[in-house]
């Protein structure tokens, strides 16, 4: 299983805000940033969020990350069917000599 | 605009070892902002970053996979590559290579260095 915990799937209606949250421990969340990436499908993995809440040029305000303590959530704000994709959160893991650790993934499906 | 693309066999043995290689385009391998890694996805799973190098030729790897694991850089072509050894049927994944943003960080402190633009990725199946 994957160090990051992230619930498997979420769902919305056009227009809603929905958040995906991502769980991890004192040696990656609580100690590094988080970074999010969304994976349409058949697609390469393209980052979102990075150092916790900057978004890349070209990414949307409608997206929004933030990070309390040991977890980390992304927000999606005014959905819209392309916003239908997996995403996953990531940090580096201070344990053992350091190493990127990934949640396992959230299915986001728009209604 | 950075791009990368991956390519290598797509198809390995088993026990043998699987080498990819990433090009680089719209910019410099040699560029100090950067490093560069490789991350894998077994089907219908997650995201497994297996290592990064920079252009300087310093790596660090996935205690997980470091045994087997051996990426390279060659300035000369904009490349840098991946060699994975002892494979099995576990290794079956998409591969994919990317450039690490890190600004102006000091590339000593290399887990400042995020996984930012993404190859398309390549499929690898290992199978006899």
């Known amino acids: 299983q994957s160090v990051l915990t992230q619930p498997p799937s979420a769902s919305g209606t056009p227009g809603q805000r929905v958040t995906i949250s991502c769980s991890g421990s004192s040696s990656n969340i609580g100690s590094n940033y988080v970074y999010w990436y969304q994976q349409l499908p058949g697609t390469a993995p393209k980052l979102l969020i990075y150092?916790?809440?900057q978004r890349p040029s070209g990414v949307p305000d409608r997206f929004s990350g933030s990070k309390s303590g040991t977890s980390a959530s992304l927000a999606i704000s005014g959905l819209r069917s392309e916003d239908e994709a997996d995403y996953y959160c990531?940090?580096?893991?201070?344990?053992?000599?350091?190493?990127?650790?990934f949640g396992g993934g959230t299915k986001l499906t728009v209604l | 605009q950075l791009q990368l693309q991956e390519s290598g066999p797509g198809l390995v043995k088993p026990s043998e070892t699987l080498s990819l290689t990433c090009t680089v385009s719209g910019g410099s391998i040699s560029s100090s902002s950067y490093y560069w890694g490789w991350i894998r996805q077994p089907p219908g799973k997650g995201l497994e970053w297996i290592g990064s190098i920079y252009y300087s030729g310093s790596t660090y790897y996935n205690p997980s996979l470091k045994s087997r694991v051996t990426i390279s850089v060659d300035t000369s072509k904009n490349q840098f590559s991946l060699k994975l050894s002892s494979v099995t049927a576990a290794d079956t994944a998409v591969y994919y290579c990317?450039?690490?943003?890190?600004?102006?960080?000091?590339?000593?402190?290399?887990?400042?260095?995020?996984?930012?633009?993404w190859g398309k990725g390549t499929t690898v199946t290992v199978s006899s």
């Open positions: 990317a450039s690490l943003e890190g600004g102006n960080y000091d590339p000593n402190y290399y887990y400042y260095y995020y996984m930012d633009v």
């Open positions: 990531a940090a580096w893991d201070d344990s053992l000599s350091g190493f990127w650790v």
């Open positions: 150092r916790n809440n």
